[in-house]
């Protein structure tokens, strides 16, 4: 997904491996400005599944800095605690 705030972008690449990603995006003279974990969740595709998810969030009291949907039903969530995000969504 790709992210713009005034003028920066930051492009976020989802990806299972990120040394190997990060080796792959350097040599192609690609910079990496920050790496961070995120929480995936795969989701059944029907109405209300993100608001269900985000209210077990919110219960929780954590914080989200970061949700989108990915390819296959999954969506990603950061937050500033990712065990905390972690342990509400389980």
């Known amino acids: 997904t790709c992210l713009a705030a005034g003028g920066d972008v930051e492009l976020h690449i989802l990806v299972p491996h990120p040394e190997a990603a990060r080796r792959a995006l350097t040599i192609s003279h690609v910079g990496v400005s920050r790496a961070r974990e995120v929480v995936v969740v795969d989701v059944e595709d029907r109405p209300g599944v993100l608001a269900d998810l985000t209210r077990k969030v919110a219960r929780a009291g954590v914080d989200l ?5 990915a390819t296959r039903n999954r969506v990603v969530f950061g937050a500033p605690d990712i065990e905390a995000l972690r342990t509400a969504l389980a």
């Open 65 to 69: 800095d970061l949700v989108y949907i």
